[in-house]
């Protein structure tokens, strides 16, 4: 019932722009602070960028700070992360989360790859 689907990966030159989503469906989308995470195979998955249900007050990596923007639309339960001037190092995979108190659901991921 619960979904979170993440698209807008893909390959991507240094210096280059992705938007990624987060289409959500079954559950209060408006309740739930939506979360951008990555994680590169080996490594603990990294927050990268979260923002409140309201969707007015968000907070970034310092990895990812002024590059990086967090948004959110109701109307279409869907959480967006804008990427842009990707450097090499923000190749991952990509995972959106919801989360309210004790409540978190994950997506399946989208995996960015920025190569020259």
């Known amino acids: 019932q619960v979904q979170l689907v993440e698209s807008g990966g893909g390959l991507v030159q240094p210096g280059g722009s992705l938007r990624l989503s987060c289409a959500t469906s079954?559950?209060?989308?408006?309740?739930?602070?939506m979360r951008w995470y990555r994680q590169v195979s080996g490594h603990e998955r990294e927050l990268v960028a979260a923002?409140?249900?309201?969707?007015?007050?968000?907070k970034y990596a310092d990895s990812v700070n002024g590059r990086f923007t967090i948004s959110r639309d109701h109307a279409k339960n869907t959480a967006y992360l804008q990427m842009n001037n990707l450097k090499l190092e923000d190749t991952a995979m990509y995972y959106c989360?919801?989360?309210?108190?004790?409540?978190?659901?994950w997506g399946q991921g989208t995996r960015v790859t920025v190569s020259s």
């Open positions: 079954g559950f209060a989308f408006s309740d739930y602070a």
């Open positions: 923002i409140s249900s309201a969707g007015y007050n968000a």
């Open positions: 989360n919801a989360v309210r108190a004790g409540l978190e659901y």
